[in-house]
């Protein structure tokens, strides 16, 4: 069967989105991994899916390349978003993700908002494997964590330049200490309104 996608990007972490409303949802793993190759498929960070919601404007799913799940994305979010006010006139919707409601706004340039909530630093919620204080956590670096819908843990470098976003993202990726893996990032705070950040994505690697 055909299957209709959209694909998009927000400064080129890109996604695709496919629209499942009012049909059987008939994506799953062995196909997310299929459409994630960038070699051999789309390609994409994330794929959001859009199916029928009762409570909300519509639900969204969503997957990484290698055929893990996450319980949130905000660009992804943002492109749904764009495409819903296509459809209404309305300049709020609301989304149902497995992190909660998420509510999404057109501003007035055009740009498209979402609240993603306030940021959850208890250990059981991130999740970490043991109640552990999150904001040093035991290992190389010291870094700390939070979830946003999904696991986030933040080293905080003076020596951002060399940081081994790979080597070092993988491994903290799959440290046993995140049950759940986790999303790396490399922060280096330049004022108290500014940091720079590179990211190594659970499940997807090096997003621009």
């Known amino acids: 069967m055909l299957l209709p996608f959209e694909k998009m990007h927000a400064n080129g972490d890109d996604f695709v989105i496919v629209d499942m409303r009012g049909r059987k949802n008939i994506i799953d793993?062995?196909?997310?991994?299929?459409?994630?190759?960038?070699?051999?498929?789309?390609?994409?960070n994330q794929l959001a899916v859009i199916v029928d919601c009762e409570d909300a404007d519509a639900r969204l799913t969503f997957w990484n390349p290698d055929g893990t799940t996450l319980d949130a994305c905000g660009s992804a979010t943002r492109g749904v978003a764009w495409k819903l006010f296509r459809e209404t006139d309305r300049l709020k919707i609301i989304v149902r993700t497995n992190h909660g409601l998420l509510t999404c706004t057109k501003e007035a340039d055009g740009l498209i908002t979402v609240d993603m909530g306030r940021p959850l630093f208890l250990w059981h919620e991130i999740p970490i494997d043991r109640k552990l204080d999150t904001l040093r956590l035991p290992i190389l670096g010291e870094p700390a964590a939070c979830s946003?819908?999904?696991?986030?843990?933040?080293?905080?470098?003076?020596?951002?330049?060399?940081?081994?976003v790979i080597g070092v993202g993988q491994r903290i990726e799959s440290d046993p200490l995140f049950p759940q893996k986790t999303n790396v990032h490399f922060v280096q705070i330049l004022s108290p309104s500014g940091i720079r950040l590179r990211i190594w994505e659970r499940g997807g690697g090096i997003p621009l």
Do not use: K, T, V, Y
């Open 148 to 164: 946003m819908g999904n696991p986030h843990c933040s080293l905080f470098l003076d020596d951002f330049e060399n940081a081994d």
């Open 29 to 44: 793993r062995r196909l997310i991994e299929q459409m994630g190759d960038r070699n051999r498929g789309i390609g994409f």
